[in-house]
């Protein structure tokens, strides 16, 4: 079984300020890493993923997240933030080895303020 | 595409009552899912299927039941309605790998008093 631990609950951060929101998990087998993001009164939409290779994922929207195996980690990064990346950040992990569920961190509501 | 959608977007439900929230999908995709999102919960598998016939217990099954008779559609059925269910609820659907994407519809937000 797979856990995710997302600490922060809430971020505030100022426009163009950059921001991080942590993501850690538990996990005994290997595990393919999500970022899901939910913008006000809408479903969730995938932001980026980790399968393999790089370490280092980018998103169209100028986030990035970097798979930490050792520290079993995968922190969202952004260096400038805007008003429009105000939502609600899922970090979530899914067995590699097979079955497509998929564990969930309790979220992270990022607000960008002026 | 349409993509994911899910009817009603918002409903009140007296405790005891009976409901079926809709899901369909049209991008053929074989798996569906079924979760609950609670403030500072998360959200939660409640059921999923990996196709038409065949579904299966997520997390929380408890007072709720599937059915998965097209690869389409994916109904979740409330019977007997308690407060504890009040909630949101998102239907998702993906295609066979642990690697893809999920697609998430545009949830449901439901009242139980």
């Known amino acids: 079984a797979q856990s995710v631990t997302q600490l922060d609950s809430q971020v505030p951060v100022f426009e163009e300020a950059p921001v991080e929101l942590r993501c850690n998990y538990s996990?005994?087998?290997?595990?393919?890493l999500f970022w899901y993001v939910q913008y006000p009164n809408q479903g969730l939409q995938l932001l980026l993923k980790?399968?393999?290779?790089?370490?280092l994922v980018e998103s169209i929207n100028g986030f990035e997240a970097e798979f930490n195996k050792s520290q079993t980690s995968f922190h969202l990064r952004k260096p400038s933030v805007h008003i429009s990346d105000t939502a609600e950040y899922f970090c979530?992990?899914?067995?590699?080895?097979?079955?497509?569920?998929?564990?969930f961190g309790t979220g992270t509501q990022l607000k960008v303020e002026l | 595409n349409a993509g994911v959608t899910q009817t009603p977007k918002f409903r009140i439900l007296k405790i005891g009552q009976s409901m079926t929230l809709q899901c369909a999908q049209d991008?053929?995709?074989?798996?569906m899912y079924w979760y609950r999102q609670d403030p500072g919960m998360g959200l939660k598998l409640i059921y999923y299927?990996?196709?038409?016939?065949?579904?299966d217990k997520g997390e929380v099954p408890n007072g709720y039941n599937v059915s998965r008779s097209t690869t389409e559609d994916f109904p979740l059925r409330l019977e007997l309605a308690a407060p504890s269910q009040t909630s949101v609820y998102f239907c998702?659907?993906?295609?066979?790998?642990?690697?893809?994407?999920?697609?998430f519809g545009p949830g449901t937000r439901l009242l139980v008093l």
């Open positions: 998702a659907s993906s295609r066979l790998s642990p690697e893809e994407t999920q697609y």
């Open positions: 996990s005994s087998v290997s595990v393919y």
């Open positions: 980790y399968l393999s290779g790089s370490t």
């Open positions: 979530a992990v899914s067995d590699a080895g097979g079955g497509n569920k998929l564990t």
């Open positions: 991008m053929n995709h074989n798996y």
């Open positions: 299927s990996v196709g038409a016939g065949i579904t």
